[in-house]
């Protein structure tokens, strides 16, 4: 086939086709034009969801009556002027492509006014031709309505979809604006009905809430920092809490709307390891000098990238885990300490010191002593709960010899309620902790961070055998290895049998736990892929303390403190809370005090 060069107008429809594809780009292009004239009162209007007409109106500056023409031809743009302009541009356009791609593929209407004239210009444009303009008088302001988008393009006019559907998509183009631009009135209505309706608001929390009710049921954790590279402000919510909000993360840049796949992970690196399939929720809203962003990579500009996206990832999974930590600072009236042992550096020295470890060797023979060990399956040189005896405790006496010595002989009492909740006293009330979750954030940290170390194990005195059946087996056999550096050693024994010889350090697991946890790894696919974390989060579910295993003082004390030694110690794998404290105001309050 020999090269030719397309015909104008098939050039500049097919050009049009990268820029708008639907009702909901055409309202996004439109809504940024009325921001970007300095609009705070947007309407937009759908009929059959934007399919057969769409309109938008602002109360913006306006365009100048000689100016509307040149408005509607394809790059012409008021708002750059050289090419340098393009590197540190602030409008949300520049490239002067909407008006004339949308003219191009469609009816287009434009009335506009400028702010103190006396009339306006109404100009209609019929598949980039223009045929009539007019005078008129109306408020300042423009309105753009597009009538039947595609009518000249049938093959993309087949690919819309039904009109809830593309309304839809409509609404989630304004919320996202709506969100940015809390100070601006937004609606959107039908010949029927007001689909969305959104008052000036004096922060965007409150916008936000608006925009997404369920966020009213969760417990939103504020982020925030700036730098001169790099602003921060946002909300994040745990997994275990986001459920139905997981799926609508939103992030903007310098306010646009993007997606951005960096920041995603950064803020999962930031959250931990979450096993399965719960994801955070969150917002950012993120700025930067403009020179610093690229906003030209991508058509609908939905993209952007960041100069020094190293730095970005970091900067973004820092603060969230700081707001994590921060709202549990807040909780715990945390003052950092700098050189205390890593992890309790956010507990106040006054709740650290009733909550610290007494490691005088009388106390933990009589820790060793109070194992119960019927439920331990036979464990050599078992820890149970207490980890004195493993690895752990060597870890924690050399940090702890760092600590006062005051600190060291202070006794706290704890309680146990029910055998499953552990209650201490510190200064500023009680903390309640989930002997369970708090287990099983220790074993989880256990198991990921001494990968392959000999000290992450601990051999059986009788190997176990388990009874797996042939797909549980096949999947063992293909994760073995990673078993293997998490601590638990198995063998293949016998048909459809392993032999299971080690144990994570620490950990309490009957054959019938074994025998679930095989069971659980096959029914598992990111374990079959050999994802480590989860298998660690499985491992670690089997192997903690249960709720209703009664605990000593001592057993207590220890898991207090190996928690508070986590990098992450205030949530379960699961990212469930491991820790609830009530302050001494929230009890006077509760009790009329105050
Ligand atoms: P861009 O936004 O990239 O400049 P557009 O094709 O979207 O290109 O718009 C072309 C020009 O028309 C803009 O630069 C602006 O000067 C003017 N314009 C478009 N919409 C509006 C509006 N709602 N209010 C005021 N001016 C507008
Ligand atoms: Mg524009």
């Given amino acids: 086939m020999s090269i030719r060069v397309l015909p104008p107008e098939t050039a500049a429809k097919i050009a049009a ?16 034009n009325s921001l970007d004239a300095g609009a705070t009162r947007i309407e937009v209007y759908l009929e059959e969801g934007g399919k057969s007409l769409i309109r938008v109106a602002d109360n913006g500056e306006g365009i100048a009556p000689h100016e509307v023409e040149l408005a509607v031809k394809r790059f012409a743009t008021s708002k750059l002027e050289t090419a340098e302009d393009l590197v540190r541009i602030s409008s949300f356009g520049f490239r002067g492509e909407a008006l004339g791609s949308i003219a191009e593929v469609s009816e287009l209407s434009i009335e506009t006014q400028k702010q103190g004239s006396e009339s306006g210009i109404l100009m209609r444009v019929h598949a980039g031709k223009m045929v009539s303009r007019e005078e008129v008088v109306r408020m300042p302001g423009t309105t753009v309505t597009v009538s039947r988008l595609f009518f000249n393009l049938p093959a993309r006019r087949a690919f819309l979809k039904s009109e809830p559907y593309e309304r839809r998509l409509v609404l989630e183009v304004v919320r996202n604006y709506a969100i940015c631009f809390n100070d601006v009135y937004f609606d959107v209505k039908g010949p029927k009905q007001t689909y969305a309706c959104y008052q000036p608001q004096d922060d965007w929390i409150t916008r936000l809430k608006e925009i997404l009710p369920d966020l009213k049921n969760v417990e939103l954790i504020p982020i925030g920092a700036s730098h001169s590279q790099l602003s921060v402000k946002g909300v994040i919510v745990r997994p275990d809490q986001a459920r139905e909000l ?7 840049f ?15 690196e930031g959250f931990g390891p979450q096993p399965g399939s719960q994801i955070p929720f969150f917002v950012l809203m993120l700025s930067s000098p403009p020179e610093l962003l690229d906003a030209n990579i991508h058509p609908a500009k939905t993209e952007v990238r960041y100069r020094d996206e190293r730095f970005l990832f970091d900067y973004i999974s820092q603060l969230v885990r700081k707001g994590l930590h921060g709202q549990t600072v807040a909780n715990l009236d945390i003052v950092e300490r700098p050189g205390f042992r890593r992890g309790s550096e956010w507990i106040s020295e006054m709740d650290a010191k009733q909550l610290s470890m007494d490691t005088n060797p009388s106390l933990q023979t009589r820790i060793e002593g109070t194992l119960d060990e019927t439920d331990v399956t036979g464990v050599k040189g078992v820890t149970g709960v207490t980890g004195t005896g493993g690895a752990t405790s060597g870890e924690y006496r050399e940090s702890a010899d760092e600590h006062p010595k005051a600190f060291r002989e202070s006794q706290t009492s704890f309680w146990q309620l029910q055998n499953s909740y552990i209650l201490a006293q510190i200064a500023s009330g009680l903390v309640i902790v989930d002997q369970h979750a708090a287990h099983e954030r220790i074993l989880y940290e256990q198991m990921l961070e001494r990968l392959s170390s000999n000290s992450a194990k601990q051999p059986l005195l009788f190997p176990l055998i388990v009874e797996l059946t042939p797909e549980e087996f096949a999947t063992f056999e293909e994760i073995e290895s990673e078993l293997s550096e998490l601590g638990l050693d198995a063998e293949p024994f016998g048909p459809n049998q392993v032999m299971v010889e080690t144990l994570p350090a620490d950990s309490r697991m009957s054959a019938s736990d074994l025998r679930e946890l095989f069971r659980e790894f096959n029914a598992t696919s990111e374990v079959k892929l050999g994802n480590r974390d989860r298998m660690a989060a499985l491992i670690s579910c089997k192997a903690a303390v249960k709720a209703g295993r009664a605990l000593s ?42």
């Fill in 246 to 252: 997981s799926r609508m993360q939103r992030t903007f």
């Fill in 254 to 268: 310098n306010s646009r709307p993007v997606l951005y796949r960096a920041i995603f992970r950064a803020v999962l």
């Fill in 553 to 594: 003082q001592a057993e207590m004390e220890s898991l207090i403190n190996r928690l508070f030694s986590c990098k992450n110690p205030y949530f379960c794998p699961h990212g469930r809370p491991t820790v609830i404290k009530f302050t001494m105001d929230d009890l006077d309050k509760r009790f009329g005090r105050i």
């Fill in 17 to 32: 086709g990268e820029v708008i594809q639907r009702p909901s780009s055409v309202v996004k292009e439109l809504i940024e």
